[in-house]
């Protein structure tokens, strides 16, 4: 009797702790964590703390310089080139590159633009040209030579293009490694229909120039996710890109809609992100950066959301943030049903020089909302407006003392103010380019 009652408490603590393993696993998506997933998220996380920065507020203020610098340019470009076919880029990321007609020539020089606290992002820099030739994704775990999971398997650094426009409905979740670009340039790539892009335990990942939508859940199984590694997937959730545990990721000039889930869903300890010049529509649940009130891991979660047209169709979440410290900078929000930025667990949030235009409807004319916490709560919260512009009677609730812009090399770099914002974000989106000519 003693013996078997020890040894029924010996099958519940098995359990038990096994379930402790097993809990957080189902929600990485991951239904089995073994060794190589375990390094994996280990060295994921010790790269994620390198790229944190103690004080945010230098690469605010840095990027404040370059949005000046850049508009300075463009305005006396565009005096200049008003007759000629000039290009037309406003922003310091598109400056960067946009407008040089040897683009298909020189796609690395992407790798140099990223602004913001996703900067380090070079992603498949100095790597082979990949040419994605076929749309099809038929072999989970042995994708075909010339398919995009072929690609965004290999090993080390690789620049991935597209040989011709087409449309990639993924049978299952893509998992991108680490030090890849995705570089949708001069070809229209849509991922639609099928499962979404997962960036997971990775770093160094750029995203440029695609289109996803109408993204949905799947059963998961076995997945390829590295060179030398097939793992066993739960089902997804129906995010167009979910960034998990990741560090370092840039994505641009993407435009989302419609999708199952979020269209941009950040979580788990991921930091050093940059969200520039997308465009968004249809969407009930934009994005969310940090998923848990009890995952104070999120801490460390730093991310610029800059540049990007919140268009038709949106309901809320745009974004919903938990921990971290989030930059909203000159983004062009004209449509949101519910609310625009919102969050929990008291996130920094410093919103400057954005549009904000409030739909028609008398109860959402509320830019921010607060869950789970009572105002002598939030009251806490850092969260800024600096130089936004408010329409049709949008309104911003500030909360909590104001973030310390003081700079250690002397000066703080205004926001242009969110009358400028059009201009800023006129070509968010996937762009199309063609060779020879500036996109
Ligand atoms: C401004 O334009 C000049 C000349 O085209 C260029 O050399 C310089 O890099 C530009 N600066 C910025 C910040 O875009
Ligand atoms: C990614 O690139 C960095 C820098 O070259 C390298 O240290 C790292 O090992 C690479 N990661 C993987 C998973 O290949």
Known sequence: MGIMVGSVIKVVFTLLASFAMIIPCLEAGIAEFDDF??????????????????????????????????????TRRELRQRRGQGCDATNPIDTCWRCRSDWAQDRFRLAKCSKGFGRRAVGGLGGPIYVVTDSSDNDMVNPKPGTIRHAVTQQGPLWITFAHSMIITLQQELLISSNKTIDGRGANVQFKGGAGLTIQFVSN??????????????????????????????????????????????????????????????????????????????????????????????KIM??????????????QRMPRCRWGFVHV??????????????????????????????????????????????????KNWQWQSDMDLFMNGAKFTTSGSPIRLAYNKGFIMKPRDGTHVSRLTRHSGALDCFVGRPC
């Open 329 to 378: 900078l000159n983004n062009d929000y004209t449509h949101w049903m519910m609310y625009a930025i919102g969050g929990s667990s008291g996130p920094t949030i410093l919103s400057q020089g954005n549009r904000f235009i409030a739909p028609n409807n008398d109860v959402a004319k509320e830019i921010t909302h607060r869950d789970y916490a009572t105002p002598d709560v939030w």
């Open 302 to 315: 730093q991310i610029t959301v800059a540049f990007n047209h919140f268009g038709q169709g949106l309901i």
């Open 37 to 74: 997933l375990r390094k994996q998220a280990h060295e994921a996380h010790e790269i994620a703390l390198e790229a944190y920065v103690p004080s945010p507020e230098e690469i605010t203020n840095e990027l404040n310089l370059h949005v000046h610098l850049a508009f300075e340019n463009s």
């Open 205 to 298: 990942v750029i995203i440029h120039g695609i289109r996803i939508k109408n993204i949905v859940p799947k059963e998961g199984g076995m997945i390829k996710d590295s060179y030398n590694h097939v793992g066993l997937r739960t089902r997804s959730d129906g995010d167009a890109i979910s960034i998990f545990g990741a560090s370092n990721i840039w994505i641009d000039h993407v435009s989302l809609s419609n999708c199952a889930d979020g269209l941009i869903d950040i979580i788990e300890g991921s930091t050093g992100i940059t969200i520039s010049n997308c465009h968004m529509t249809k969407h009930n649940d934009v994005m969310l950066f940090g998923a848990s009130d009890s995952y104070s891991g999120d």
